[in-house]
């Protein structure tokens, strides 16, 4: 057997400019999503840029996104008392999704199952942090994905 270093989610797909090439055609994209437009109606340029950062550090790439906006419990601030739905997640993920397959991204299985994971993991997440009377754990970690990640039932 040989010792084959694996490479990061975040090396494997292509590193911080594939990110950037998703985020930017994926928010092009929500414009047109009836259910995703209003939520992202006021979001700034830089947004997708931000969620590239997010994105690649949480897929084991540079951690510039905690260093420069404050990790993740910025993050989930940006999602309290937003009220997102079931509905959304899903065309979300599901956007995200075919973005990733227009763009041409690895396509494999492992990845695409450690991706559509983190995506429904996240997202799921997104949608209980923006409920009202949600509560920000300032002490959450920054989620970090891997191959097969396996963490056991959420405890919140």
């Not at 590239?52 to 999602?79: C, K, N, T, W």
């Not at 937003?82 to 899903?90: A, C, E, K, V, Y």
Request: glycine fraction near 10%; aromatic fraction near 8%; charge should be negative.
């Amino acid at each position: 057997m040989t010792d084959v270093a694996v490479p990061t989610l975040y090396d494997w797909l292509g590193g911080i400019a594939a990110l950037q090439r998703l985020t930017e055609r994926f928010y092009e994209r929500v414009k047109d999503d009836v259910l995703l437009a209003p939520v992202f109606a006021h979001m700034s340029g830089e947004h997708p840029a931000h969620v590239a950062a997010f994105l690649a550090e949480v897929l084991g790439g540079p951690a510039d996104y905690s260093a420069q906006h404050g990790g993740h419990l910025h993050m989930i601030r940006q999602h309290l008392n937003r009220h997102l739905g079931q509905d959304q997640r899903r065309a979300w993920v599901a956007l995200l999704l075919d973005t990733a397959d227009e763009l041409g991204m690895p396509d494999d299985p492992e990845f695409r199952s450690a991706l559509v994971g983190y995506l429904e993991w996240g997202s799921r997440l997104a949608v209980i942090n923006s409920q009202a009377g949600a509560e920000v754990n300032a002490d959450a970690p920054m989620p970090k994905w891997g191959w097969g990640e396996v963490k056991g039932p959420y405890k919140g």
